[in-house]
């Protein structure tokens, strides 16, 4: 089967910088990705991870562990605009695309 | 491209009715995916298919539930009969296929903006 955990809730000050981790069981595997969600509005994709290592892009970085099942979302010079739902996704070895509950991110002045 | 489109974008039914959600994918994608979306469980995949085949819809809650994708520019979620318990943002998305790592392939999945539905 497929299991991917988040945590539930994080809160952070404008301009630090925050970590999201996600941890996951998966019948094969075909990347990681994670995606942001604000309120009412779909999922939007951020980063996709399928060899081991850091992914930088911009203020975003994401790092992937297949060995450990483990990703995170490292997002760096917060600002308001952040405040979102962050989702860890991963694709099994059957395109099967699964998504954990989320991780909501609160950043505050 | 346009986007995923989806249809309607609200949708408020009485318990019992049938209800039927559209989706449109991004033209060239070979996979589309039917997710519904609470507080409580966050985004459960229901039904996933490959070149208008369904290959895994272990997520369909119920009999009342089903889902077409009679070509690949189309698909159809219906939930019949509908009940509250139903109420929830129903997405659809698309994507590529997932090819072998070694081709370093981006495969995101789009989504589309969703479908409220409420069922009284």
């Known amino acids: 089967g497929q299991n991917i955990d988040q945590p539930t809730e994080m809160t952070a000050t404008e301009g630090a910088i925050v970590q999201i981790n996600c941890t996951y069981q998966t019948s094969g595997f075909n990347g990681l990705f994670w995606y942001q969600q604000h309120a009412g509005e779909a999922p939007t994709f951020l980063s996709y991870n399928v060899l081991d290592g850091l992914e930088e892009k911009g203020r975003f970085s994401s790092f992937l562990s297949r060995s450990k099942g483990y990703s995170y979302l490292l997002l760096k010079e917060l600002q308001m605009k952040d405040s979102a739902s962050y989702l860890c996704?991963?694709?099994?070895?059957?395109?099967?695309?699964?998504f954990g509950t989320g991780t909501r991110l609160q950043v505050f002045p | 491209d346009a986007g995923v489109i989806q249809s309607p974008r609200h949708e408020v039914t009485e318990m019992g009715q049938e209800v039927t959600l559209r989706c449109k994918p991004i033209s060239g994608h070979d996979y589309l995916f039917w997710y519904r979306q609470t507080m409580m469980r966050g985004l459960e995949l229901l039904i996933y298919?490959?070149?208008?085949?369904?290959?895994?819809d272990s997520g369909m809650p119920e009999d009342r539930f089903s889902a077409k994708m009679p070509n690949a520019s189309f698909s159809t979620l219906k939930i019949q009969p509908s009940e509250p318990r139903d109420s929830a943002v129903y997405f659809c998305a698309s994507s590529l296929r997932g090819l072998d790592p070694q081709h370093f392939m981006n495969t995101e999945a789009f989504f589309g903006q969703g479908t409220r539905l409420t069922v009284v």
């Open positions: 298919f490959n070149n208008n085949v369904p290959i895994d």
């Open positions: 996704a991963v694709r099994g070895n059957t395109d099967k695309l699964i």
